[in-house]
Structure formats: C-alpha cells, structure tokens
C-alpha cells in the first residue's frame, strides 16, 4: 500500500522568501509519479508539479520546485519568493504508475501562512 | 475552456435524508474520480470512471453510497439514509489518458453537512 506522510502541520514564511515543504512516502511500486496541489481556503485542489520516478531531473514549475531524492523517498517542495497569495494548504501525493486505476493517496497536508 | 464544476456547493440535510451531488468533468476528459475529504485530513478516493464504466470502488463507500457515470459525461453521487460521520466534502477531479503526466483537475467541491 502506498502512503504519503506530511510531518509539517503548519509553516510560516516572510513574503518574498523562500519555504519547504517535507513529503515522505512509501511504496512498493518502482514505477510511480509523485504530485503537489494547494487547496485554498475556497477548497479547490489545484495541481502545482509532477514528479515521475523515472524522472532523472528535478521537476519545476515557475516559482515551485520538487526537491526528489529517491533513495530517502523524499519529494519536498520548494516556494521561491513566496507571495501572500500562496498562504494554502499543500498536499503531496502520490500516484501508482501502472494498473488502469490513477487514483491519487494524499498526506494530511501542510498550512502555509505567508506573512506580509 | 471550463474546469470541473460540482453542485450544490453545500447541502445540509438531517440524519437519515438521502442527497445527491452532481460533477461535471472537463469536456475532453475520460476518468473521472471522487474524493472524500473530512476536516484535518487529506483527500481519500471512494470510485472511479472509465468512460461510463464504474471501474473500482474504496472500501470506504458503504452500499449506501452510489455512484453513476450515464453517457460517460457528467456523474452523480447519491448518499441514501445519511449518518452524521457522512459529513464532509466531496471532491470530484477529472483527468485525460491523452495528456501526461495525467494529472488530476478537480472541482471546488460539495460540503455536505448531516445534522
């Protein structure tokens, strides 16, 4: 079974530095992708980044980075330059690669406050 | 090009009610999911679509809960004879085979509130 594990309930970050936010996971899988949304307090899960397994390079995406060390089963994102408007909850999830069924197993999420 | 749209956007009905939410996915999408999130917790998946086949169901949707997908378009989730632990929101994401990574776009929600 797979499962992802968010260890940060809550973080707080100054505007326009940058923040981690810590993803774990297991799986038994070799072929899998690993994903991050942020859900804002109106609710809608908004996908940010991928990460397969294959994936030799770190994946970004603007201001987000996915920080992935296979070996430690780590796959923590990296907000640069943090914007008022990025205060959200972030979850990490993780997706098996093979099968017909893509359905995601989510962590319990992170509480970002960005403060002006 | 419109996102995933769910309704209503909160349904509070009484203890033993049955509700029905609507999802309507992104036009060109093929999978369609429904999500269960309670307060504190991440997303957990309850079923998926294919088209219009019904292909996995989570434990975690008891025989009160139903799920369809007609025409492989738009979805609904009914919940007969509500329990107050039913109280959550319902999350439907839609995703297409034809685009990787296949990522999931989901909708705003239904926040169900049993009393």
């Known amino acids: 079974a797979q499962k992802i594990t968010q260890t940060q309930p809550g973080m707080f970050v100054q505007e326009k530095e940058a923040v981690t936010l810590d993803c774990t996971y297991d799986?038994?899988?070799?072929?899998?992708?690993l994903f991050w949304y942020k859900q804002p307090s109106s609710g809608e899960m908004i996908f940010l980044i991928y990460?397969?397994?294959?994936?030799?390079q770190n994946a970004t995406e603007g201001r987000y980075s996915l920080n992935f060390q296979k070996a430690r089963k780590s796959a923590n994102l990296v907000i640069s330059a943090s914007q008022l408007g990025d205060s959200a909850m972030y979850f990490c999830?993780?997706?098996?690669?093979?099968?017909?069924?893509?359905?995601?197993?989510f962590g319990k999420g992170t509480l970002l406050t960005v403060n002006p | 090009d419109t996102g995933v749209s769910q309704d209503p956007r909160h349904k509070i009905t009484k203890r033993g009610q049955n509700v029905t939410f609507r999802c309507d996915p992104i036009?060109?999408?093929?999978?369609l999911y429904w999500y269960r999130q309670t307060l504190g917790q991440g997303p957990e998946f309850l079923t998926y679509?294919?088209?219009?086949?019904?292909?996995?169901k989570s434990r975690l949707l008891s025989d009160r809960f139903s799920a369809e997908r007609p025409k492989g378009s738009f979805s609904t989730l009914e919940i007969q004879r509500t329990e107050q632990g039913d109280s959550a929101m319902y999350l439907c994401?839609?995703?297409?085979?034809?685009?990787?990574?296949?990522?999931?776009?989901f909708g705003p929600g239904t926040r169900l509130t049993v009393t």
């Open positions: 679509f294919q088209n219009e086949a019904q292909l996995e």
């Open positions: 990460q397969g397994s294959y994936d030799e």
């Open positions: 036009s060109e999408h093929n999978r």
């Open positions: 999830a993780m997706r098996e690669v093979g099968g017909s069924n893509y359905k995601l197993t």
């Open positions: 799986t038994s899988d070799q072929s899998y992708g």
């Open positions: 994401a839609s995703s297409s085979d034809s685009y990787l990574p296949y990522e999931q776009y």
